[in-house]
């Protein structure tokens, strides 16, 4: 995140969400801002109106363990999304920019700036269709009685 506020030229970072204490230094940084809680229900509106999304995680035992929700959720506005690599998002590689390190994610960041939404990207978003709440609960009912997942 310091990288990527010392190289925009324009613009500002913002994060949603209460502070949990990490990280006081960001909040120094002329280009960072916070909103603290939102509701729930303007998420995907803010989110839809950002330039692009991104999701800095670090590499860690929790994020290599499971994927961030918001993730699919920042896919589905069709905004550029940049994201740490993790384990979880390599099946979504080809729908966002997975970035190795934080020079790289400033690079995502730049060409998700610079481009806008690739066709390959938009195209390979359309899994999301699938991604429903009937869907997810239909296959925990399905495992709960012993069937089979359906995915």
């Not at 991104?54 to 929700?69: F, H």
């Not at 918001?70 to 384990?87: D, H, I, N, W």
């Amino acid at each position: 995140i310091t990288a990527l506020s010392g190289r925009l030229e324009h613009g500002s970072l913002i994060f949603l969400g209460p502070d949990n204490g990490s990280a006081p230094e960001l909040w120094k940084l002329p280009n960072i801002h916070r909103t603290g809680a939102v509701p729930y229900e303007i998420l995907p509106a803010v989110a839809a109106g950002a330039d692009v999304l991104i999701v800095p995680y670090d590499d860690l035992p929790v994020t290599r363990a499971m994927p961030p929700l918001k993730f699919k959720e920042y896919l589905a506005t069709m905004r550029p999304v940049v994201a740490s690599r993790l384990p979880t998002l390599e099946p979504w590689s080809d729908a966002c920019y997975l970035a190795d390190s934080a020079e790289d994610f400033v690079a995502g960041v730049q060409i998700g700036l610079a481009t806008g939404l690739g066709d390959a990207e938009r195209q390979a978003r359309s899994r999301l269709d699938g991604e429903t709440w009937q869907r997810k609960a239909s296959t925990f009912e399905n495992v709960l009685l012993g069937g089979q997942a359906d995915g």
